[in-house]
């Protein structure tokens, strides 16, 4: 089995599945809940399954021929290095400034990280 771009997605997505169903189980419910059909857990451990289940059989399925070997050194580590510390840093502020003005300072950044350069564009 090659390694490729697919199966290295696959597996990271397959880790994230399993972890966000142990997260799913975590979800208090109202007292009662346990015995309905449909709960605050359904429909994320329904979301975990299916992700795992599509993520497992990319792993397992055998791959397209014309797959290429990954060339580490040809990607743009800068871009999304850059989003995660967006992320960390939105995370941290979220409750100062408040959700509308840090979700929107964190999307305008998020857009010019990008590469978006139309200020309307980002503005809109």
Known sequence: MK???DRI????????SIAYYIGAGEIELYPGDEEELINAQTFPKFIAV???????????????AAEEKI?????????????????VAYGLTIKWPGFFLATS???????????????????V
């Open 50 to 64: 299916m992700a795992g289940i599509f993520s497992f059989l990319i792993l397992v399925l055998p791959a397209k």
């Open 3 to 5: 390694i490729t771009r």
């Open 71 to 87: 060339d580490w050194a040809g990607f743009d580590w800068l871009r999304p290095l850059l989003l995660c510390g967006l992320m």
């Open 105 to 123: 300072v964190f999307l305008i950044c998020g857009f010019v990280v990008l590469g978006e350069r139309r200020w309307w564009v980002i503005l």
């Open 9 to 16: 997605s696959a597996l990271f997505f397959l880790v994230l």
